[in-house]
């Protein structure tokens, strides 16, 4: 050999030496001809014996298909196997030895195989840390809008709050918003509705707090919405310039958030209620979970306010919040006691001489004679009672007994009994499927006349809804009358009056009490009676007050009114007595 071809043999063997992968030289049947020292060092500690004869063996207890696979390479050459993982941890305790290595096979001639081998330990543990903060990531995600999660919420809710605030940017705020019967939205239009509407506002989110009009060239400032639960969305607002910013950027979002929903060929209207907490430097510290139930019950006291609206925490709402978890316990018992009774508002005839026909109907409403709290009104309990399920086994016991007492005026009164029993319907008992059947059980039971018998169900209920509008003719086939109460606070409009099968409408107390003083209701109440005249339905003027609103209802043509002027509501017998008086009002 010549000198160079020395010195370049030499080099040959100490690239091979240095190697960092280890290579090896075998026979078909794995024996080992030639291995560098990276091959020995990887190799040897899976040789507790230090026999490093063959391969296949050494490997067998991680690879235990070797022979087969190299045996069955038909090729005369060529790659049989490339970065094969095989996990040997199990024979190598100790700390910082290989866990993990990568194994290629090429197959050199019919005789020989080359085997390159290389610890790939921390490579692996790199991809694991990768696919955990993946996981962990999508776990922080909601699938249905791509929204962080609640998990994800309150993650950055906490950091949000442990994170030292500059004076500067003092305020932040988390806001809470609910869906305002959302429920409804599932049991009439279906689930897969209800999985649209949410990916709808979603996007009304992100669309309203990406266009919002922050104070320009602040830093931090930050607006990020989340699904926190099956209707509610939290949006958490940092580094404002102000507390009442948050109340402005609630305003807003609730106004978008309110315009209709586009569901294939029809158009939905929603609600919203929200809660706010605002987060001020006292918020440092606070736990993000006791926040995000604080804004709940901000979310709880304007939905039982109606809906529709906004409320900022106040740490008195726990109080009242505790109440009404109390409230629906003892709701139970109050159906199982009898606790729950009637009360009947007399409705009058406004004829066209100024009298007024005391026997024209009457209108249920149900009362709790609660044993601590004393007298407690529908509207704090119906809530509750659709929420918890309750609504059905109420509304039935006070149609039951309203019809059970309608029939007794009848018997007793003769000619003085009103003509027309007016009972509220829930919208909770309006999805329940079978309605219209133990209705028409209740009637037959007390020997109820179905044609004196009138529903009232609430304006924005009538409006939505194939399952309902269905109903709602099955009612109007078995004789039973339709009124759609507070008129003009929900969300159809005159113009589509004619798309509901009523036959009377009830205008609203906030109408009526403005009738005398505001030229604008005035107007309303004038063109809703018009409407309904000509659609063949009547009208009933409500929460008449005083003789001037009387007077303004009765000149714009109302058939019928109801209100505290004639009558508050009163017990069955007090009604009896009211409805035997003498004198006219
Ligand atoms: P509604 O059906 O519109 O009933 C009229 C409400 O206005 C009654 O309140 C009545 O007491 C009140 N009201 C009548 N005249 C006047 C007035 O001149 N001034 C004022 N300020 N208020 C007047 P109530 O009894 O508290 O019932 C409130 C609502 O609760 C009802 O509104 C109805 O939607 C619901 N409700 C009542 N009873 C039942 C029931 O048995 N089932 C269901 N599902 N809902 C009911
Ligand atoms: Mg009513
Ligand atoms: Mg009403």
Not at 48 to 69: E, I, K, M
Not at 297 to 311: L, N, S
Not at 374 to 400: K, N, T, W
Not at 452 to 473: F, M, P, V, Y
Request: net charge negative.
């Amino acid at each position: 050999m010549s000198s160079d071809a020395e010195a370049a043999y030499e080099a040959l063997i100490q690239f091979l030496y240095r190697a960092p992968v280890a290579l090896i030289q075998l026979q078909s049947d794995g024996a080992i001809e030639m291995l560098n020292p990276m091959a020995a060092q990887l190799l040897m500690p899976l040789a507790p014996q230090g026999d490093l004869l063959n391969l296949f063996t050494v490997l067998a207890p991680y690879a235990d298909d070797l022979p087969r696979l190299c045996g069955s390479f038909a090729a005369s050459h060529g790659v049989i196997c490339e970065g094969r993982r095989l996990l040997v941890t199990a024979a190598q305790p100790q700390a910082g030895a290989p866990a993990v290595l990568s194994l290629g096979l090429l197959k050199v001639d019919d005789g020989r195989l080359m085997a390159v081998l290389a610890d790939v330990t921390q490579e692996v543990a790199r991809e694991q840390r990768q696919l955990a903060s993946r996981l962990a990531s999508a776990a922080r995600v909601d699938v249905l809008t791509q929204l962080p999660n609640r998990a994800g919420a309150l993650g950055m809710l906490q950091r949000m709050v442990q994170r030292p605030r500059r004076a500067e940017d003092a305020a932040g705020a988390l806001l809470f918003i609910n869906l305002d019967r959302f429920k409804q939205i599932n049991d009439s239009h279906g689930n897969e509705a209800g999985d649209r509407v949410m990916v709808l506002v979603a996007e009304r989110l992100r669309s309203t707090l990406r266009a919002s009009d922050r104070a320009p060239g602040r830093h931090g400032a930050s607006e990020l919405a989340a699904r926190v639960g099956g209707d509610e969305f939290a949006v958490l607002l940092d580094g404002l310039p102000g507390p009442d910013i948050a109340e402005r950027i609630a305003a807003r979002l609730l106004d978008r958030l309110s315009k209709p929903y586009q569901l294939g060929a029809q158009e939905l209207a929603c609600s919203f209620s929200m809660g706010i907490v605002l987060l001020g430097a006292d918020a440092d510290g606070a736990e993000a979970d006791d926040l995000l139930r604080d804004a709940a019950t901000a979310m709880a006291v304007a939905k039982a306010g109606g809906g529709d609206r906004y409320a900022v925490f106040a740490p008195a709402m726990r109080e009242q919040a505790a109440l009404r978890g109390g409230l629906e316990a003892d709701l139970r018992h109050a159906v199982e006691r009898g606790e729950l009774f009637n009360v009947y508002q007399p409705v009058v005839g406004l004829q066209a001489d100024g009298q007024v026909d005391r026997a024209a109907g009457v209108e249920a409403l149900v009362r709790w004679r609660h044993p601590v709290r004393g007298l407690v009104g529908p509207v704090e309990f119906i809530g509750v009672a659709e929420e918890c399920g309750l609504i059905s086994a109420i509304g039935e016991q006070v149609l039951a007994a309203a019809c059970a007492d309608f029939v007794g005026w009848q018997r007793q009164l003769g000619a003085r009994a009103p003509r027309l029993l007016a009972v509220n319907l829930s919208r909770a008992q309006l999805a329940q499927p079978g309605l219209c059947g133990r209705v028409g059980a209740i009637l037959r039971a007390t020997g109820m006349p179905a044609e004196r018998l009138q529903l009232e169900i609430t304006e924005s209920l009538a409006a939505q809804g194939q399952n309902i509008q269905q109903q709602l003719l099955e009612f109007k086939a078995m004789g039973i009358k339709l009124a759609l109460d507070d008129f003009g606070t929900g969300y159809s409009s005159l113009s589509s009056l004619h798309l509901l099968p009523v036959d009377t409408v009830k205008i609203d107390r906030s109408f009526v009490s403005a009738a005398d003083t505001s030229r604008h209701h005035e107007v309303l109440i004038e063109a809703t009676v018009k409407v309904a005249r000509s659609l063949g339905m009547s009208t009933v003027a409500e929460g008449i007050e005083t003789v001037q609103q009387a007077a303004v209802v009765r000149r714009q043509g109302c058939d019928k009114g109801q209100g505290y002027l004639y009558s508050r509501p009163l017990a069955a017998e007090a009604l009896m007595a009211w409805l035997m008086a003498e004198h006219s009002l």
